[in-house]
């Protein structure tokens, strides 16, 4: 079969080019929008010079380029790579920011495994901890939301695959799960609407009236809210807190946090 | 095998929070929270905002043939409402006939994430499958 | 390098500061590179612990072997001796493991500091690669290659030797079971020339383990409950190791009494009686004892006791060697499932895995049902692997299930090739050639879709298909076939009479009853046109066939119900089981054909004789197909087949019309029959003389059965004759797919019957 043909280690020499004619050549490759040869030249800087500081702005680029090239996971090895090298350089912030972006871009849709948005968010929570002035730490967050805001989606699938068989507490355990852990989400009135159906359905007519009656005061015109309160009045009720001090800790529980 | 045991297709299904009678005797009003943790245990969930409520849910599913939907046919809520001074005030019951009939919202808040369709799952799949398995045996 | 920590005592107070950090000793990293590891600036401020700091994170890039930070004068001097860097790692002389796996066993990489300690490693690493491929008497050397500014290449030379065969496998001890039958048991085989195909003859530590326990079960399961394994052991001499077996029989036992005792009040112990599988008398067997504790823990949870737990309590009586068995219910430890985690599924859909669930979130954890959503996921053969574990929950009393899945590619293209002498309806045999694109996942929805076309010498086949597992969110399998078939029919003489194209396609529905047991339903719209060969004569054809043939074309709407009955043990080599189906037809729904087909199979597979692995085969079946308003169509008779009775040609018996009825022995159309009957009883065996790890097995069968009955006027043959044959098969589950070769010689025949002796039919799909 197929063996690879063994170099011949006599006439093997490996003629080793300067580390900034590499790593121009490198960055041309790079701007030409080669990436496959960009990288390779990188990479030969790193072999050759390792260590120096072109290996290290090599590393850097190597990243970048990979990431461009969807090559995700050699992204994230090299800017891994890069961040426990040089952590106090000024493109250590760059680096992570890279690597949570390869994370971020590998996020699959909600009923699919959510590792990597769980990736993304510790990812990216590190540029704006340990470079809080960096100028990548606004996307970051915005990174960060939409990661967390696919962890709830994800949530709210099961929730609803529950919902459906009518295994309530499947279902109603979800929906607070979202409610308490992802009330800073866009699912979190859904949560809420999902949580008056699941009471209401049950027949527990006070647990359906607080959700909705914190739906009602936090998101007023949200169209979930419309549903709640006429799915309530079908039944005769109308959304209203059953105990007294109860809205405002509600509320402050929403808004607050 | 007897033939009896493979003919009967009916299954039942006991889900939640199993009650169990003697238990309840040892919860009467104005027994703390500890003992009630303590005789039913975790409770299948709390008020939703305060867990001044502690609900003990239980359903009981029947399944003729197994590709049959199982079909509610019994529900008990056991509710356990505390006062201010975490003393058991009051034991709700609530049963099947409080269930309420209705069709959820279809609507779905939308969400984002790479999916794949059908043709980069074939190519994916074959690439990071490697070759189809070679027929004479392993390599 | 022996770690140097100097630290000069700083004389001034604690904290100081440095005017400038001076970098010596480093020949290739760069002196700011070191500077930054440092971490302390020119200016700032430093403490003891800094420098300490600093120390350690140079150490953690590996690329030092020594380093020492002093301070003089307002300067702070870092000296550090650099470890050499490996630029590249080569292997010579290795064929049979890749350079590309040999990279992923050893540590060190391009860019690693190098030492000789991790080279010898490695080194060890490839050797031990080698042993478990087989090749134990590998020898591997390493070397380096200095290269220039502290660089250095390394180099493994690695000398193969060839392939360390298993000579013998042999056992002691064993008197209740031969060594052939053991053999068969083990995984472990014994070197033959298949063996560098299937690669099953490399001695492997884990696997004799394995094998160890393959035994004991073997055991356990056929009334050897002292069953122990003394020794297992392998010795290697000149590259072949003979492996032994020691073992210890002991008794044969006998189940003593079976009792069911509870604890828990309200679960009445009669009632599960018929739960037991382990009856007193028979001989012991652990299998039926867990499939017992199963069939109890099942039925007590549907009675409402979750938490019951069942335990079998067993007591040996020495002297008439009887297990007398208790079966203990109690109330187990009240535990909740408070989520079910879902991980791994990269393309699968979480509800794909969730549905598999009989258990959800919040309900009592019940292993059973856990044991039974592992089976069914196994079974949608979507992963490598399953697996399932419990992780404590947020409270005592709750538990998390974690299902983690490895998923594997589900998509096959895949090109096939055949030849059977034997026809069947939509094939006229010889060699045929098949491609197909399946996926059995979707989307990752847990859909199966499959495209194929098929080509014979006179037939070809185009099919699409589709199937939902889940209609309607109910276990239904909802799915529809689309096919294409044209085929040429040739008369005895093998001269082309006509031309047959059918179209349609079939709406189905798949519903389990229960585990055991499947209905299916179906309609089929099908359109058949046939087309004369044009220098066919009338003189050439019997009547009723020309009749059939100026119908042109023709269509069936006809809908379908069928029972399955399935509990082989093992699909492809089955041993103990029943598979029986049931099928009603009426076609008349609009249409031309207006008939009521009825037709049963069944196959009761069962283990005559366990020392000789000895399977008998018993096979019933019938059919009976009745026209409505006119006379049956010629071509909606049974045709006789080898699944019918072998020693035939294909529709070679039954009712026939002669071309020219005038002549006696002029050519003969066969015409098929309106009902059949068929049995066939077979006892399957390993062939004596041929290793068996060659997986071939010798078969002796009889078949009987008759076809007669046509509503075609003027038909002879119609009486019910049985016909009958004897023969012997020979059956290979070969690497290249199941191949079956029968010769039957047929005693009981019409004299009109058309013969044939062999049957031979081998399809590969690769």
């Given at each position: 079969?197929?063996?690879?043909?063994?170099?011949?280690?006599?006439?093997?020499?490996?003629?080793?080019?300067?580390?900034?004619?590499?790593?121009?050549?490198?960055?041309?490759?790079?701007?030409?929008?080669?990436?496959?040869?960009?990288?390779?030249?990188?990479?030969?800087?790193?072999?050759?010079?390792?260590?120096?500081?072109?290996?290290?702005?090599?590393?850097?680029?190597?990243?970048?380029?990979?990431?461009?090239?969807?090559?995700?996971?050699?992204?994230?090895?090299?800017?891994?790579?890069?961040?426990?090298?040089?952590?106090?350089?000024?493109?250590?912030?760059?680096?992570?920011?890279?690597?949570?972006?390869?994370?971020?871009?590998?996020?699959?849709?909600?009923?699919?495994?959510?590792?990597?948005?769980?990736?993304?968010?510790?990812?990216?929570?590190?540029?704006?901890?340990?470079?809080?002035?960096?100028?990548?730490?606004?996307?970051?967050?915005?990174?960060?939301?939409?990661?967390?805001?696919?962890?709830?989606?994800?949530e709210m699938q099961i929730g609803r695959y529950y919902l459906e068989r009518r295994e309530y507490i499947a279902a109603i355990r979800r929906f607070r799960g979202v409610v308490e852990n992802h009330s800073d989400t866009r699912h979190v009135e859904e949560a809420l609407a999902r949580l008056v159906e699941a009471y209401y359905a049950m027949g527990v007519a006070s647990e359906a009236q607080t959700a909705a009656a914190v739906l009602g005061h936090n998101y007023p015109e949200s169209q979930w809210y419309k549903d709640s309160y006429a799915l309530l009045q079908s039944g005769g009720l109308e959304p209203r807190e059953n105990t007294g001090s109860w809205i405002s800790r509600a509320a402050s529980l929403i808004t607050g946090s | 095998c007897n033939t009896a045991s493979t003919l009967n297709t009916r299954e039942t299904f006991t889900q939640g929070y199993v009650i169990d009678e003697q238990a309840l005797e040892l919860v009467p009003v104005g027994s703390s929270r500890e003992q009630v943790l303590l005789a039913l245990g975790t409770p299948s969930t709390t008020a939703t905002f305060d867990s001044e409520v502690f609900y003990y849910i239980s359903q009981k599913r029947v399944r003729n043939a197994a590709f049959m939907k199982p079909k509610l046919v019994d529900q008990q809520v056991l509710a356990v409402y505390f006062g201010d001074d975490q003393r058991v005030t009051q034991v709700a019951h609530y049963g099947m006939q409080d269930g309420k009939l209705f069709d959820f919202v279809t609507r779905t808040t939308p969400t984002g994430g790479k999916d794949q369709n059908f043709l980069t799952q074939m190519i994916a799949g074959v690439a990071r499958g490697g070759p189809p398995s070679n027929p004479l045996g392993a390599r | 390098g022996a770690v140097a920590v100097q630290l000069a005592a700083v004389a001034s107070a604690e904290a100081a500061t440095v005017s400038r950090i001076e970098v010596r000793g480093n020949r290739r990293v760069d002196a700011d590179t070191i500077r930054t590891q440092v971490g302390i600036s020119p200016g700032e401020s430093f403490s003891n612990a800094d420098l300490d700091e600093a120390v350690k994170r140079l150490f953690a890039t590996g690329l030092f072997a020594d380093v020492s930070i002093t301070q003089s004068g307002g300067a702070l001097i870092v000296t550090v001796d650099e470890y050499a860097i490996v630029n590249q790692v080569l292997f010579q002389g290795n064929k049979k493991i890749k350079d590309q796996s040999l990279v992923q066993s050893i540590q060190l990489q391009p860019r690693r500091a190098f030492s000789n300690q991790l080279m010898e490693a490695d080194a060890e690493a490839i050797r031990e690669a080698y042993r478990r491929i087989g090749r134990d008497d590998a020898t591997v050397?390493?070397?380096?290659?200095?290269?220039?500014?502290?660089?250095?290449?390394?180099?493994?030379?690695?000398?193969?030797?060839?392939?360390?065969?298993?000579?013998?496998?042999?056992?002691?001890?064993?008197?209740?079971?031969?060594?052939?039958?053991?053999?068969?048991?083990?995984?472990?085989?014994?070197?033959?020339?298949?063996?560098?195909?299937?690669?099953?003859?490399?001695?492997?530590?884990?696997?004799?383990?394995?094998?160890?326990?393959?035994?004991r079960r073997f055991y356990f399961n056929r009334g050897y409950a002292d069953f122990r394994v003394i020794s297992s052991t392998a010795d290697l001499t000149d590259n072949e190791y003979t492996v032994t077996f020691t073992i210890d029989e002991g008794e044969r036992y006998r189940f003593g009494d079976v009792a069911i005792e509870s604890t828990i009040p309200g679960v009445n112990t009669d009632a599960l009686r018929s739960?037991?599988?382990?009856?007193?008398?028979?001989?012991?067997?652990?299998?039926?004892?867990?499939?017992?504790?199963?069939?109890?823990?099942?039925?007590?949870?549907?009675?409402?006791?979750?938490?019951?737990?069942?335990?079998?309590?067993?007591?040996?009586?020495?002297?008439?060697?009887?297990?007398?068995?208790?079966?203990?219910?109690?109330?187990?430890?009240?535990?909740?499932?408070?989520?079910?985690?879902?991980?791994?599924?990269?393309?699968?859909?979480d509800y794909v895995i969730r549905r598999e669930f009989d258990i959800s979130e919040g309900d009592a954890f019940n292993q059973v049902l856990v044991q039974r959503a592992k089976r069914r996921l196994d079974r949608l053969n979507f992963f490598q692997t399953v697996n399932i574990t419990t992780v404590p929950g947020s409270e005592p009393d709750q538990v998390v299930l974690v299902v983690d899945v490895v998923e594997k590619s589900t998509g096959e293209f895949s090109i096939g090739a055949g030849y059977t002498t034997g026809a069947s309806s939509s094939s006229g045999g010889g060699f045929s050639v098949e491609g197909s694109i399946t996926e059995r996942n979707f989307l990752g929805r847990g859909q199966f879709i499959r495209v194929a076309a098929a080509g014979g010498e006179d037939s070809r086949d185009y099919t699409f298909s589709f199937t939902e597992p889940y209609f309607l969110g109910r276990r239904i399998s909802a799915g529809f076939d689309i096919f294409r078939n044209t085929r040429t029919f040739s008369n005895s003489a093998g001269d082309k009479i006509y031309d047959r194209e059918a179209t349609g396609g079939t709406v189905r529905f798949g519903l389990p009853i229960n585990e055991a047991l499947t209905a299916q339903f179906a309609y089929n719209y099908t359109q058949e046109e046939y087309d004369r060969d044009s220098d066919v004569e009338n003189s050439d054809l019997s009547q009723a066939i020309q009749d059939a043939l100026d119908q042109g074309t023709w269509r069936k709407s006809s809908v379908s119900g069928s029972l399955i009955y399935n509990t082989i043990d093992d699909m492809q080599n089955p041993r103990e089981g029943i598979h029986a189906t049931l099928t009603t037809e009426i076609a008349g729904l609009g249409g031309d054909a207006k008939w009521a087909k009825f037709t049963a199979r069944a196959n009761m597979y069962q283990m005559l004789s366990e020392e000789l692995d000895l399977v008998g085969l018993l096979t019933v079946g019938g059919g009976h197909i009745v026209g409505f308003e006119d006379d049956l169509r010629v071509f909606d008779h049974f045709n006789s087949s080898d699944r019918i009775i072998r020693g035939f040609k294909y529709n070679g018996i039954g009712p026939y019309q002669l071309v020219d009825p005038t002549d006696p022995d002029s050519n003969r159309d066969y015409l098929g029959g309106t009902t059949y009957f068929h049995a066939t009883a077979e006892a399957q065996f390993p062939l004596p003389v041929v290793p068996e790890s060659f997986g071939i097995r010798g078969a002796v069968f009889a078949d009987a059965a008759t076809l007669y009955g046509s509503d075609v006027s003027g038909a002879e043959g119609t009486g019910m004759e049985w016909r009958a044959s004897v023969g012997a098969s020979l059956i290979w589950a070969s690497p290249f797919g199941p191949l079956r070769v029968d010769y039957a010689e047929p005693v009981v025949k019409e004299s009109t019957d058309r013969i044939q002796h062999w049957n031979f039919g081998i399809s590969t799909r690769f």
């Open positions: 079969c197929n063996a690879e043909k063994d170099l011949d280690l006599s006439t093997y020499v490996e003629q080793t080019e300067p580390a900034d004619a590499l790593y121009n050549q490198g960055l041309a490759n790079l701007n030409a929008g080669r990436m496959k040869e960009a990288i390779a030249k990188f990479e030969a800087v790193d072999r050759q010079h390792p260590y120096s500081e072109f290996a290290r702005k090599a590393l850097l680029m190597n990243t970048f380029a990979n990431y461009r090239q969807g090559q995700y996971q050699e992204a994230i090895n090299n800017g891994k790579r890069y961040v426990t090298l040089y952590p106090t350089s000024e493109d250590a912030a760059y680096a992570q920011y890279l690597i949570g972006l390869s994370h971020f871009r590998q996020i699959r849709e909600v009923t699919q495994d959510q590792r990597d948005a769980r990736l993304t968010i510790e990812a990216m929570q590190q540029v704006v901890d340990r470079w809080p002035d960096s100028e990548y730490v606004p996307d970051a967050q915005e990174k960060i939301r939409f990661a967390r805001d696919q962890l709830a989606g994800k | - | 050397t390493a070397r380096v290659q200095e290269l220039d500014d502290g660089r250095v290449n390394v180099i493994y030379e690695v000398q193969e030797g060839d392939r360390t065969k298993i000579a013998t496998i042999n056992f002691v001890g064993n008197n209740a079971f031969g060594d052939r039958r053991l053999r068969d048991v083990i995984s472990t085989k014994q070197s033959n020339i298949f063996s560098f195909l299937l690669r099953n003859d490399i001695y492997d530590e884990n696997r004799l383990r394995a094998d160890e326990e393959a035994l739960e037991l599988r382990t009856r007193s008398g028979s001989v012991y067997s652990a299998e039926d004892v867990e499939d017992t504790i199963v069939g109890l823990t099942e039925s007590v949870a549907g009675l409402g006791y979750a938490f019951a737990q069942v335990t079998p309590r067993g007591n040996r009586d020495f002297a008439n060697r009887t297990i007398s068995v208790v079966y203990a219910i109690d109330e187990g430890p009240r535990a909740y499932i408070e989520r079910i985690e879902i991980r791994g599924n990269n393309r699968t859909r």
